[in-house]
């Protein structure tokens, strides 16, 4: 099949978000694949620019049933990044439009980001700082210490199995797991020479033990129907008291009212936030004036390497797709 001009397939780009397309162009250049990139911001606009595309690489336009409609020649719709939520699978499946995402990306940075997130809230980092750019010194605040604590982990993927064994370093005395499908035997097989290692004990939990039982507690779970909103008024009461909570995840797993609730009353000592139910967070959302909240632009999932791996990955998903290339991938 080939593309709109001179022959060539054609990949779309329907918005940049990180300032080339160095990565894309070294992917389809020697396949001869032409490569565009648009300024979508909405449905009409990526209508507009994708319809004569053989592949569209969806960044945060949204490509929802009227765009898919207007698509004539897309064979794949290929998403920087893990999640779908502004792709519409089923108008892509009635059109015969392959769907691919690039799994796995930043684990990475995702654990090292929720790690940093953990350290500045039992430190005390953001604080310290500001008093000391302020004239202040040995500043009067309580603090607490990773070592001998029970962290609970909620979600077992990539970016969760990387922070387990990322904070096992600072040797906490119990790391609790939980997931909708997590196993002891899993767990185990995950991680138990480490906390073997390190003399960290390993408990696959129950979602009421996860609460009741950790004094931090992260999360690393994707955004379904089942986690939305999971973490309300009614979890948060459940927590041990005193508790710290991290989300480096997604911003809809967490009632973020539910939660400065939860900081206004003391029942939490901390939060540390990099995802929100609405992005940025608009004046007067209750997370920028709660007390003893971190917060950060989702910006967990960056680094030169996690970016370069995106774009590549991204490309590569709809070159195969496409028949361009057939090596598996990664």
């Known amino acids: 099949m080939s593309g709109a001009r001179g022959g060539r397939l054609l990949a779309v780009v329907t918005d940049d978000r990180f ?23 909405s449905s009409a606009d ?15 336009a ?24 502004n792709v519409d699978l089923d108008a892509c499946a009635a059109r015969g439009i392959a769907v691919a995402n690039v799994p796995g990306y930043c684990d990475a940075e995702v654990a090292e980001h929720a790690l940093a997130l953990l350290l500045s809230l039992t430190r005390g980092v953001p604080e310290r700082d500001a008093a000391v750019r302020g004239g202040g010194w ?11 604590s029970v962290v609970g982990v909620a979600g077992f993927g990539g ?14 005395s119990r790391l609790a797991a939980w997931s909708p499908n997590l196993t002891r035997e899993r767990l185990d097989a995950a991680l138990g020479p480490v906390a073997a290692a390190l003399g960290v004990e390993l408990r696959a939990a129950s979602f009421d033990e996860l609460l009741s039982g950790s004094d931090v507690l992260s999360l690393h779970l994707r955004l379904t129907p089942e986690t939305a909103g999971l973490f309300d008024d009614r979890a948060f009461s459940r927590m ?32 540390a936030v990099d995802v929100y139910d609405v992005e940025p967070p608009p004046p007067g959302h209750p997370l920028l004036s709660a007390p003893n909240c971190v917060l950060t632009d989702h910006s967990a999932y960056r680094s030169t390497r996690s970016i370069a791996e995106l774009k590549r990955r991204c490309a590569e998903n709809a070159a195969r797709a496409l028949g361009l290339l057939h090596d598996a991938p990664p």
């Open 19 to 41: 300032g080339g397309v160095a990565e894309e162009e070294a992917v389809f250049g020697p396949l001869g694949v032409e490569l565009r990139v648009a300024s979508c911001s």
């Open 240 to 271: 041990k008291p005193g508790a710290r909570l991290v989300n480096a995840a997604r911003g809809g797993i967490v009632d973020s009212s539910a939660l400065a609730r939860a900081l206004g009353s003391g029942r939490l000592a901390g939060a």
């Open 62 to 85: 949204p490509i929802d049933a009227a765009a898919v409609a207007s698509m004539r020649r897309c064979r794949v719709v290929s998403r920087y990044g893990v999640g779908l939520d």
């Open 159 to 172: 970016s969760g199995r990387a922070f387990a064994a990322a904070v096992m370093g600072l040797r906490p």
């Open 46 to 60: 990526v209508a507009a620019a994708c319809a004569d595309a053989d592949a569209v690489l969806a960044n945060l």
């Open 138 to 148: 040995n500043l009067s605040r309580p603090q607490a210490a990773v070592s001998g």
